[in-house]
């Protein structure tokens, strides 16, 4: 069960309540849940604190088109793109330029 997953990952985060990944996997449960403020919350305050995480831009941007808020979604699309060719993360990138181009087509 999801609820049960959930509770141990936030119990992980207890003993690192900076680590990135626990951070990321509490986020994805929440969204699993579809408890989207709590999964908002935690992706964004991820973004916040550790930006080069490359992997929320995708799932945090996503959140946001469910959400119906394409105009965010975009800027995380942008942001998320910028931090990829940063880290030089060409697999993210493209996934992030295709999600970006696809959202453009309204698809």
Not at 4 to 22: P, V, Y
Not at 41 to 48: A, D, F, G
Not at 65 to 87: H, P, R, S, W
Request: hydrophobic letters at 40%; zero cysteines.
């Amino acid at each position: 069960m999801n609820l049960d997953r959930l509770n141990s990952l936030l119990q992980m985060l207890e003993e690192d309540k900076q680590d990135s990944f626990i951070r990321f996997a509490v986020a994805k449960e929440y969204e699993k849940l579809d408890d989207v403020s709590m999964a908002l919350h935690y992706y964004t305050e991820l973004k916040k604190d550790d930006p080069n995480y490359v992997g929320l831009y995708y799932h945090l941007a996503k959140l946001h088109e469910y959400m119906d808020n394409e105009n965010e979604a975009m800027a995380v699309y942008l942001e998320g793109i910028e931090v990829a060719k940063k880290l030089k993360d060409f697999h993210t990138l493209s996934e992030l330029n295709n999600a970006k181009s696809n959202l453009e087509m309204g698809l």
